[in-house]
């Protein structure tokens, strides 16, 4: 039985992943500061700490060895040197949890090799404050640098599903109800999308071939928020008009300025199904037009 340990296990793809490690028969450890309640039972082990404090991290993990690390929280390189100083020697495989926010808009599908955090150099501040797309760069270069230490950085574009805290599908299903408009800079801008589930079987993946180096990970296909707009339709028989631009509360999280989009195949020539976005984004929708009893 493999034991693994989550960082950052109680929601969202995260939660999925606690749930598909249980039934694959792992020994599950999560780890959190304690603040928010989980629906595992005695099914799992539980340390608290406050992952921003080393020596509580420390103290938490002790002298305990895993097969595997995810860590699904970690935004700073000094939460990755930290991790990285903790685990070397005492873990199999540590996954990180990254993004596509790590590339630069391009004009073609991003590849791994389109970031490359083993030659970016690490560049801390006295705050310790980073935007997101730099704090991801300096995690996975801090980590990438350690040759004492297996690493994958799974790189996720957007994660939708209903349990999607923050609301990013459900503001344009919301504003297409109420027949609002919705501020879009480029309404036909391609993007990549992942569903939660699917992130969570991913890492799972990612755990069992022990995957090295980044890896992107992504549903097959692409959509503009034109056609998720057109797929809301279809669903709910509103439309929402959209605008180049609106009062910020209008504005779309989907609004970017050109196409965003990644190439998955590195892990489907490594064997990973991934799921076809233009099958499941309907799907979604729908749920959240039945929630809301359409």
């Given at each position: 039985m493999k034991k693994v340990l989550v960082l950052g296990g109680t929601r969202f793809f995260g939660k999925r992943l606690v749930a598909n490690l249980m039934d694959s028969g792992a020994e599950?450890?999560?780890?959190?500061?304690?603040?928010?309640?989980?629906?595992?039972?005695?099914?799992v082990n539980r340390l608290v700490a406050d992952r921003k404090d080393p020596e509580s991290l420390k103290q938490a993990v002790g002298s305990c060895e895993y097969d595997v690390v995810y860590d699904n929280i970690c935004y700073t390189p000094e939460e990755a040197g930290d991790a990285a100083q903790l685990f070397a020697g005492r873990v199999g495989q540590y996954i990180l949890t990254s993004t596509l926010s790590v590339y630069d808009f391009a004009?073609?599908?991003?590849?791994?090799?389109?970031?490359?955090?083993?030659?970016?150099?690490?560049?801390?501040?006295?705050?310790?404050?980073?935007?997101?797309?730099?704090?991801?760069?300096?995690?996975?270069?801090?980590?990438?640098s350690r040759h004492d230490l297996n690493v994958?950085?799974?790189?996720?574009?957007?994660?939708?599903?209903?349990?999607?805290?923050?609301?990013?599908?459900?503001?344009?299903?919301?504003?297409?109800?109420?027949?609002?408009?919705?501020?879009?800079?480029?309404?036909?801008?391609?993007?990549?999308?992942?569903?939660?589930?699917?992130?969570?079987?991913?890492l799972k993946w990612a755990g069992e071939v022990k995957f090295d180096g980044p890896v992107n990970a992504c549903s097959n296909g692409?959509?503009?928020?034109?056609?998720?707009?057109?797929?809301?339709?279809?669903?709910?028989?509103?439309?929402?008009?959209?605008?180049?631009?609106?009062?910020?509360?209008?504005?779309?999280?989907?609004?970017?300025?050109?196409d965003w989009t990644m190439d998955n195949s590195r892990a489907a020539d490594a064997g990973f199904s991934f799921w076809n976005l233009k099958e499941w984004m309907p799907q979604l929708i729908a749920e959240y037009s039945k929630d809301m009893n359409l």
């Open positions: 599950v450890t999560i780890l959190t500061r304690g603040n928010s309640n989980d629906d595992f039972g005695g099914n004009d073609h599908p991003l590849k791994e090799e389109d970031f490359d955090p083993y030659l970016y150099q690490v560049i801390t501040n006295n705050n310790g404050e980073y935007n997101y797309k730099e704090g991801k760069r300096q995690a996975e270069a801090v980590l990438f994958t950085a799974v790189r996720f574009p957007i994660v939708l599903g209903t349990d999607d805290y923050t609301k990013r599908l459900l503001f344009h299903v919301e504003h297409a109800l109420k027949g609002e408009a919705i501020g879009l800079p480029a309404p036909d801008a391609l993007i990549s999308f992942i569903h939660a589930e699917e992130a969570a079987q991913f692409s959509v503009s928020v034109r056609e998720i707009m057109d797929m809301i339709k279809l669903e709910t028989g509103k439309i929402a008009p959209l605008h180049p631009s609106a009062e910020i509360d209008h504005m779309s999280p989907f609004g970017i300025p050109g």
